[in-house]
C-alpha cells in the first residue's frame, strides 16, 4: 500500500485515517483505514498539538459519530486518557465542541474503563 500523507496547514501532515476523520468520513471508511494501516504509528500518535485522531473526531462536535468514536477507541483505547497541548482530553474536547450525549456517554464509559473503575481522575482533570 502506498505510504499516502498530505500536508493539512498548521497541524503538519496528515495520514489518511486522520484525514478521514477531520472530513468527516462514515464508520465504514474509517475502519478500512484502520484495517490498511493497523500497525502505523502515525495512525496512532499524535499531530503537532498533540491531538489523537480521538480529539479530532471529538472536535467534530455534533456532526460527531459515535460509530467512529468506537471504531477508534477499539484500536487505540488509551487515546481517551490522551490530552492534547492544553491538556484537554476527548472529553473534554467533546464537551467544548457541543458532541451529542451518545458521544459524550461512549467517552464517560471509556474513561471509566481505562481508569479500571470510577475514580473520577480522568473527569476532574
Known amino acids: ?4 500523507y498530505a500536508h493539512s496547514g498548521k497541524s503538519g501532515p496528515k495520514n ?3 484525514m478521514a476523520v477531520l472530513h468527516d468520513a462514515g464508520p465504514d471508511a474509517v475502519k ?5 494501516w493497523p500497525d502505523d504509528r502515525r495512525a496512532r500518535g499524535r499531530d503537532v498539538d498533540r491531538r489523537t485522531a480521538l480529539h479530532l473526531a471529538a472536535e467534530r ?3 460527531a459519530s459515535v460509530e467512529v468514536c468506537r471504531a477508534l477507541l477499539n484500536v487505540f483505547p488509551d487515546a481517551i486518557a490522551a490530552t492534547d497541548r492544553e491538556e484537554r482530553t476527548p472529553l473534554h474536547v467533546a464537551l467544548k465542541y ?6 459524550v456517554s461512549l467517552f464517560i464509559e471509556a474513561a471509566a474503563a481505562n481508569l479500571g473503575g470510577d475514580r473520577g481522575e480522568f473527569l476532574r482533570r
Not at 500500500?1 to 499516502?4: E, F, G, K, P
Not at 478500512?32 to 490498511?36: H, P, Q
Open 16 to 18: 489518511p485515517l486522520r
Open 98 to 103: 457541543g458532541a451529542g450525549d451518545d458521544v
Open 1 to 4: 500500500m502506498a505510504n499516502v
Open 61 to 63: 462536535g455534533q456532526s
Open 32 to 36: 478500512i483505514l484502520i484495517d490498511l
